[in-house]
Nanobody
Framework: QVQLVESGGGLVQAGGSLRLSCVAS????????MGWHRQVPGKERELVAS???????IYADSVKGQFTISRDNAKNTVYLQMNSLKPGDTAVYYC?????????WGKGTPVTVSS
């Protein structure tokens, strides 16, 4: 089993920054992709950014240049640095770890951006 624990969410004013962290534990294969998704009520969960074990990152168009994903493979940890936050970034942010056809999810951490 794989467990993912997110932290770092909270309330921030527009223009502010937050850094999310996600620590993975359990039976983790060495080659995987970790990432962040977000969801608001009434909408589908959407990919924000992901990064492979080798460091290849992809971003949703809506966050390019605003968010930065990184990871520490030795710590099985992925980070999401979120800058210049906007009210539209308000959502529950979920950490995910995927390898092959398997995907594991964290419980989510809420991010609220006030105007």
């Amino acid at each position: 089993q794989v467990q993912l624990v997110e932290s770092g969410g909270g309330l921030v004013q527009a223009g502010g920054s937050l850094r999310l962290s996600c620590v993975a534990s359990g039976s983790i294969l060495p080659f995987n992709v970790m990432g962040w998704h977000r969801q608001v009520p009434g909408k589908e969960r959407e990919l924000v950014a992901s990064i492979s074990t080798g460091g290849k990152a992809i971003y949703a168009d809506s966050v390019k240049g605003q968010f930065t994903i990184s990871r520490d493979n030795a710590k099985n940890t992925v980070y999401l640095q979120m800058n210049s936050l906007k009210p539209g970034d308000t959502a529950v942010y979920y950490c995910a770890l995927a390898y092959g056809a398997m995907i594991h999810w964290g419980k989510g951490t809420p991010v609220t951006v006030s105007s």
